[in-house]
């Protein structure tokens, strides 16, 4: 996992971190270690039903275990900040 956290923060590539609760990838080790690389993070909730989409707290709690604050976390940004950070 380092080396992939190591490319994304090269290449400028969000990491995602999977809200299911079957998943919840990326694990609160490596989310802290791509926080502490600098490496700018996203919260899915790989929703595929509308029920699913509730599942957005399991991924805030994994981004929180990983030392996150909503500054990592691109998906807490305002559209503009966010915009900015994906190069549109």
Do not use: Y
């Not at 999977?18 to 791509?34: C, E, K, S, T, V």
């Not at 399991?58 to 990592?72: H, I, L, S, T, Y």
């Amino acid at each position: 996992m380092p080396a992939v956290i190591k490319a994304a923060r090269d290449h400028g590539v969000l990491l995602e971190i999977n809200a299911q609760p079957d998943r919840l990838d990326l694990n609160d080790l490596h989310i802290h270690m791509a926080r502490e690389a600098g490496v700018k993070l996203v919260v899915s909730t790989d929703a595929h039903r509308i029920q699913e989409l509730d599942c957005i707290r399991f991924g805030v709690d994994q981004a929180r275990r990983g030392w996150c604050e909503a500054k990592d976390v691109a998906n807490t940004h305002h559209l503009a900040s966010f915009q900015k950070l994906i190069g549109k």
